[in-house]
Antibody
């Protein structure tokens, strides 16, 4: 069973930084791309960032480009999101999510098929 | 990176069908077959119910079906059950290593 457990959320002042982590288990972590998706209170889902299994393909939403950095450590089955220059509009529940595409398939990233339970980030002004 | 457009709400009586649209552009929905649908109950994490426009993951009942025409994808829930009352989100690959979600639709079972 796929398990994705996020951590690192909290309350932070505008302009400060926060690092989110996601511990993955129940699947071959090094064979799948991963995503971060967020959901502001009472709002819809917003894709934030993605990283391929080998870290060679990375993408960011325009709203976070230049401020957030996604990374992974396949040896530790871990995904991270470094969030700098945080803004009040970054306040959300952040989900770690697994991509459906497996290593060496095409396309290398395809879409989310499993979700964690999320970690809450609150940015005060 | 504009969100895909979904109707805010949809409803139907138990046993009836409801269809939700998801409209994008040729750069996302219209350009790729990687349209996914997710169901989210209040206070819960989303759950994948359709991928690649119309394929169902194991365990998802065949009451859920999908299609696509041009820049618009659709999700149909047939034989509505009370448990289908939830928020539904489409998503699509949008090129350049980017993805986009829909605005979300709240389905109410009357």
């Amino acid at each position: 069973e796929v398990q994705l457990v996020e951590s690192g959320g909290g309350l932070v002042q505008s302009g400060r930084s926060l690092r989110l982590s996601c511990a993955a288990s129940g699947f071959n972590f090094d064979a799948f791309g991963m995503h971060w998706v967020r959901q502001a209170p009472g709002k819809g889902l917003e894709w934030v960032s993605t990283i391929s299994w080998n870290s060679r393909v990375i993408g960011y939403a325009d709203s976070v480009k230049g401020r957030f950095t996604i990374s992974r450590d396949n040896a530790k089955n871990s995904l991270s999101l470094q969030m700098n220059s945080l803004r009040p509009e970054d306040t959300a529940l952040y989900y770690c999510a697994k991509d459906m595409a497996v290593r060496d398939s095409w396309p290398i990233l395809r879409g989310v098929d499993d979700w964690g339970q999320g970690t809450t980030v609150t940015v005060s002004s | 990176q504009s969100a895909l457009t979904q109707p805010p709400s949809a409803s139907g009586s138990p046993g009836q069908s409801v269809t939700i649209s998801c409209t994008g552009t040729s750069g996302d929905v219209g350009g790729y077959k990687y349209v996914f649908w997710h169901q989210q109950h209040p206070g819960k994490a989303p759950k994948l119910i359709l991928y690649d426009v119309s394929k169902r993951p194991s365990g998802v009942p065949d009451r859920f079906s999908g299609s696509k025409s041009g820049n618009t994808a659709s999700l149909t829930v047939s034989g509505l059950l009370a448990e289908d009352e939830a928020d539904y989100y489409c998503s699509s690959y949008s090129g350049g290593n980017n993805f986009v979600f829909g605005t979300g639709t709240t389905v109410t079972v009357l």
